[in-house]
């Protein structure tokens, strides 16, 4: 986290090139794994903090954490819509919401460029395909009563990080990191085991979210940009399958009920980025990295207390265990980046 906010340029910075979810103060394999353990439906913060929390950035991402958290309640409210449609919609209001935002800091040219670079569009092109794949699997994990998988997967995402992190950029995990990642393993596979099948919904949330952030890392364009970028290369494909759907869709065709939640979408999308964007500026590492469990924390209250989704014996053995595995994960994150500051 850099001790403040750079003075903005029409160009694209060196602060923007770091995507937000990736911590520049950590070491590698810490910061991989808080790269992608921001909840599924997040882009994330331009730069990490290395001095002291601000109560502007505490407020922000405690904010976009409890709204992604509330997220269910929302989804729920139109789970009568086909989750593709919901996706469409998101799609398409979201591009509103975006550009406005990139307008209000003046950093319209930045997208400009972006789209007249071919290699920046393609690598744009795969981490918007990760993310639509991420949003459709959630949304259609509310609808049909799988939220308590939904908060599985985002909760087992940072130690999927930490051992992506090893794999395929070969970097060294401690002890400690192992052990997480293990305990991690014997949960899905308790789970697996009850069901007959694997958790599938927990694991497509992990690894699709975790390959984006892995992809999205390498993609050198600042978090509103980045976001911009990614849903103006889904929106023809959203408007395709709109104009398609034609009267048979849910918009301005159902009532004004269905219409101004779907509208809301976008909303509801954007507003979560935005906030933690700004909230992961003014944030330490190891603060973000404790508060990211709030959202997954939120969603499976939700599901266990409002939806009333079954928490049995095996579920019961599961996510203790879990919860075990990210203890031992953000501590030893914690210690890594005060030893880090310390150095």
Request: glycine residues 10%; contains cysteine; aromatic residues 10%.
């Amino acid at each position: 986290m850099p001790p403040g906010p750079r003075a903005e340029t029409g160009s694209i910075t060196t602060r923007d090139r770091v995507h937000s979810d990736l911590p520049v103060a950590a070491p590698r394999a810490i910061g991989y794994a808080q790269s992608m353990s921001a909840t599924a439906d997040h882009d994330a913060a331009p730069a990490i903090r290395t001095s002291g929390d601000t109560p502007a950035g505490f407020g922000f991402a405690v904010s976009a954490y409890v709204l992604w958290g509330g997220l269910p309640l929302y989804m729920k409210a139109i789970e009568h819509i086909p989750a593709v449609e919901i996706i469409a919609h998101r799609i398409l209001w979201s591009v509103p919401v975006a550009g406005l935002v990139l307008v209000a800091l003046g950093r319209t040219a930045d997208l400009g460029r972006a789209l007249r670079d071919p290699r920046m569009v393609g690598m744009a092109a795969l981490t918007a395909a990760m993310i639509s794949l991420n949003w459709g699997v959630y949304v259609w994990a509310i609808a049909n009563d799988h939220t308590l998988d939904a908060a599985l997967g985002y909760y087992i995402n940072p130690l999927f990080s930490v051992a992506l992190g090893a794999i395929v950029l070969r970097e060294k995990l401690s002890a400690a990191q192992w052990s997480a990642v293990g305990l991690a393993v014997v949960a899905v596979a308790i789970l697996t085991v009850a069901a007959g099948k694997l958790p599938w919904v927990a694991l497509v949330l992990m690894t699709s979210f975790g390959i984006y952030g892995y992809l999205r890392k390498t993609l050198p364009i600042g978090p509103n940009q980045g976001f911009l970028l990614e849903v103006l290369l889904l929106s023809p494909f959203a408007a395709l399958y709109m104009v398609w759907l034609g009267p048979e869709g849910h918009f301005l065709t159902t009532g004004a009920p269905d219409t101004l939640l779907l509208l809301g979408c976008g909303v509801v999308t954007a507003i979560p980025l935005i906030l933690y964007a700004n909230g992961a500026k003014g944030l330490k590492l190891s603060t973000i990295g404790i508060l990211q469990y709030i959202a997954p924390t939120l969603i499976f209250l939700v599901a266990v207390f409002v939806f009333g989704e079954p928490f049995g014996p095996a579920r019961a053995v599961a996510f203790p265990l879990i919860w075990l595995a990210l203890v031992i994960y953000t501590v030893s994150m914690v210690r890594t980046a005060r030893a880090a500051r310390a150095a």
